[in-house]
């Protein structure tokens, strides 16, 4: 059982960056992709960002292209979600998320408990 643990969630305004951080409490060949998924009030869970722990593969969700950045760092087992000029549109439970390929929920074998992150207007 891999643990995921997300941090750094928080209230910003809009314009502002955020950087979100998930530990991963081991690497496994079931979570050799590591991802973000984010969940607004009354609307489905759906995909940020993805990484793999090897090689520089990474893909975004069109909604976050080119304001999103995420990265990795091996040593300290961590994933992160740089965030910035954050619009309200990006308010939600922001999840932290592992598996063979984690760009769709089905492909999700762990999941973290979430982080919120409020962009205010």
């Known amino acids: 059982q891999v643990l995921l643990v997300e941090s750094g969630g928080g209230l910003v305004q809009a314009g502002g960056s955020l950087r979100l951080s998930c530990a991963a409490s081991?690497?496994?060949?079931?979570?050799?992709?590591m991802g973000w998924f984010r969940q607004a009030p009354g609307k489905e869970r759906e995909f940020v960002a993805r990484?793999?722990?090897?090689?520089?593969?990474?893909y975004y969700a069109d909604s976050v292209k080119g304001r999103f950045t995420i990265s990795r760092d091996n040593a300290k087992n961590t994933v992160y979600l740089q965030m910035n000029s954050l619009k309200p549109e990006d308010t939600a439970v922001y999840y932290c998320a592992a598996g063979y390929e984690v760009s769709s929920r089905s492909g999700v074998n762990y999941w973290g408990k979430g982080t919120l992150v409020t962009v205010s207007s």
């Open positions: 990484i793999r722990w090897s090689g520089d593969s990474t």
């Open positions: 081991e690497r496994t060949s079931s979570s050799s992709a």
